[in-house]
């Protein structure tokens, strides 16, 4: 599958923990986008990065973070994890810089207790 | 701000039947409009793309820039079809965001 992978596929934590939640992008594409999931909020951009820089930045909180890697994978850092946090996390990717259309991996489902 | 609405979470229809999925975006530039299906359990897939208005699983999106609105239709419903629909907007040109900026999503169930 040369799609976009995610890993893990599930998460359960406790509140104040750190996790990391990885992607790897489509063979060839160079910009990494992360979303959030969740009831409340719908579907929320996070974060862009395009060859390993940060390019754009939605409703991101300030207790997570993200890089992109030189072999382009993605990994978004949530730390002090809240109940609230509890979400699917999706990882999209695409080939440019971000007028193309967002290839999307399977989630990572996070759940805080 | 960008905004896209889509007025029914919920939306039953007969197979057969015509379905039309509403969605209205606020954005005062051009924006590129996107719907995704999310059938259950797997990965956002995108269905259609206004700007290469191509027609797939028999569905059409005509973005209507008087209205606002690009709402996605076909004529005869599938129960295969029963899924959540997203309607996104990407601003377009200038710096080259990649923000996509979702609707709350519609869940469209077909029935037999």
């Known amino acids: 599958d040369s799609g976009v992978t995610q890993t893990p596929k599930h998460l359960i934590t406790a509140t104040g923990q750190r996790v990391t939640l990885r992607c790897s992008p489509r063979?060839?594409?160079?910009?990494v986008y992360w979303y959030q999931q969740s009831l409340d909020q719908g579907l929320q951009f996070l974060i862009q990065?395009?060859?390993?820089?940060?390019?754009a930045k939605g409703n991101i909180l300030e207790r997570f973070s993200a890089q992109q890697f030189p072999d382009l994978h993605s990994e978004l850092n949530l730390s002090s994890l809240e109940l609230g946090d509890s979400a699917l996390y999706f990882c999209?990717?695409?080939?440019?810089?971000?007028?193309?259309?967002?290839?999307f991996g399977p989630g990572t489902r996070l759940l805080v207790l | 701000a960008q905004r896209v609405t889509q007025p029914e979470k919920l939306l039953s229809v007969f197979k057969g039947a015509p379905v039309e999925l509403k969605c209205n975006y606020s954005?005062?530039?051009?924006?590129?409009l996107f719907w995704y299906v999310q059938y259950s359990r797997q990965r956002l897939q995108l269905l259609l793309r206004h700007i290469s208005r191509e027609s797939i699983k028999g569905f059409t999106a005509d973005l209507n820039k008087g209205e606002t609105s690009f709402h996605l239709k076909k004529p005869f419903a599938q129960e295969e079809d029963s899924a959540m629909y997203y309607c996104a907007c990407l601003r377009a040109g200038g710096t080259s965001y990649g923000k996509l900026t979702f609707g709350q999503g519609t869940i469209l169930t077909v029935h037999p």
């Open positions: 954005y005062s530039g051009s924006p590129e």
């Open positions: 990065y395009y060859n390993g820089e940060e390019r």
């Open positions: 999209a990717s695409s080939v440019g810089r971000g007028q193309e259309t967002q290839y």
């Open positions: 063979s060839g594409d160079l910009s």
